[in-house]
């Protein structure tokens, strides 16, 4: 009799897990996407800007009404966004703000490179997907 209980809690765990795994997976992948999509959208911005005040924006909220007020804040569906002038230009970061492990970098090249460890990535980390915008 306990060979049949034992049975039945392994086929509820086994199939706890082939349920829970993929929506981890599929979090994971939504997270890349809104980044990703948050970064695009503040380029976007930034080339809105440029082209009216000859120059880019240091701030995220000096946008004003180009990005939603969400983004302006600095967070959007749990991804932290951060803006920084440089050089050249600006530096965008962008993190899950729950800690999780992809991290994203950009700049006016609108290069996106991604890093998957618990800091912010750089321009040194390698292109996410691999491609360079032309």
Same mark, same amino acid.
């Given at each position: 009799?306990?060979?049949? $209980? *034992?049975?039945?809690?392994?086929?509820?765990?086994?199939?706890?897990?082939?349920?829970?795994?993929?929506?981890?997976?599929?979090?994971?992948?939504?997270?890349? #996407?809104?980044?990703?999509?948050?970064?695009?959208?503040? =380029? *976007?911005?930034?080339?809105? $800007?440029?082209?009216? =005040? =000859?120059?880019?924006?240091? *701030?995220?909220?000096? $946008?004003?009404?180009?990005?939603?007020?969400?983004?302006?804040?600095?967070?959007?569906?749990?991804?932290?966004?951060?803006? #920084?002038?440089?050089?050249?230009?600006?530096?965008?970061?962008?993190?899950?703000?729950?800690?999780?492990?992809?991290? $994203?970098?950009?700049?006016? *090249?609108?290069?996106? =490179?991604?890093?998957?460890?618990?800091?912010?990535?750089?321009?040194?980390?390698?292109? #996410?997907?691999?491609?360079?915008?032309?």
């Amino acid at each position: 009799m306990r060979w049949w $209980f *034992t049975l039945a809690l392994g086929l509820i765990l086994l199939a706890a897990m082939v349920l829970v795994l993929p929506m981890e997976r599929l979090d994971s992948y939504r997270a890349r #996407f809104i980044a990703v999509k948050g970064i695009a959208d503040l =380029h *976007t911005a930034q080339a809105r $800007f440029y082209s009216s =005040h =000859h120059r880019y924006a240091g *701030t995220l909220r000096e $946008f004003g009404g180009l990005i939603d007020p969400e983004l302006a804040r600095g967070e959007r569906h749990r991804i932290r966004y951060w803006l #920084f002038p440089s050089n050249l230009g600006y530096e965008l970061r962008a993190m899950p703000s729950d800690g999780a492990r992809w991290n $994203f970098y950009s700049d006016e *090249t609108r290069s996106i =490179h991604a890093r998957c460890a618990p800091r912010l990535a750089s321009r040194e980390d390698p292109l #996410f997907g691999g491609l360079r915008p032309r």
